[in-house]
């Protein structure tokens, strides 16, 4: 995984659990943070790329090339400018999973995606300008704004986008029975 020198790595901790705004960091108290290598035993990746060069960052197009993401989009969110604004952050925020991957690249803004870990607690993980992550299919997940409530994101997909979520539970789902064996029974 690639990260520059000069830009803080992103930032992950357990989810307090309690039923505040969303928007909120929700750190447990004390805090208890998680390490890039935790998320990757999830089957999350991270990369940190240089945002304000991401149409020619050498770096990103390896990264295309070799997981073969051959389709993109940006997606501002934001009250102004996401159509059904409160809408669309409700379904963001209802717990699901995808078959495919989830592909986010965070060009400017800042937000937060939660995932399961094999405990099936919440891990709150906090991208920001710069950041990108891969989601496995299969896993459990959501997304929120923080409190600046603005995000533009670019997102890959291998072929055209599946945009269908799955909410849980859905244990019986391929995609899940397959990111369960490899991800959970595999390091039993």
């Not at 929700?26 to 304000?52: M, R």
């Not at 849980?168 to 959970?184: G, L």
């Amino acid at each position: 995984m690639g990260v520059e020198v000069n830009l803080p790595p992103m930032e992950a901790w357990y989810f307090d659990e309690l039923g505040e705004d969303q928007r909120l960091p929700h750190q447990t108290n004390p805090p208890q943070y998680v390490s890039l290598e935790k998320l990757a035993d999830i089957g999350v990746l991270y990369w940190k790329l240089d945002a304000d060069n991401f149409e020619t960052d050498p770096e990103l197009q390896k990264i295309r090339k070799t997981r073969g993401y051959n389709y993109k989009d940006m997606l501002t969110i934001c009250p102004e400018k996401l159509p059904n604004y409160h809408e669309k952050i409700k379904n963001f925020y209802e717990e699901h999973l995808h078959t495919d991957e989830e592909i986010r690249y965070c060009l400017e803004g800042s937000g937060y995606f939660d995932v399961r870990d094999k405990e099936d607690r919440w891990i709150r993980i906090w991208v920001k300008k710069g950041d990108m992550i891969i989601l496995p299919g299969g896993i459990y997940h959501r997304f929120t704004l923080d409190t600046n409530n603005y995000i533009n994101i670019l997102r890959l997909f291998q072929g055209e986008p599946v945009w269908t979520a799955y909410n849980r539970p859905c244990e019986e789902h391929p995609a899940r029975k397959m990111y369960v064996h490899q991800f959970t029974e595999q390091s039993c």
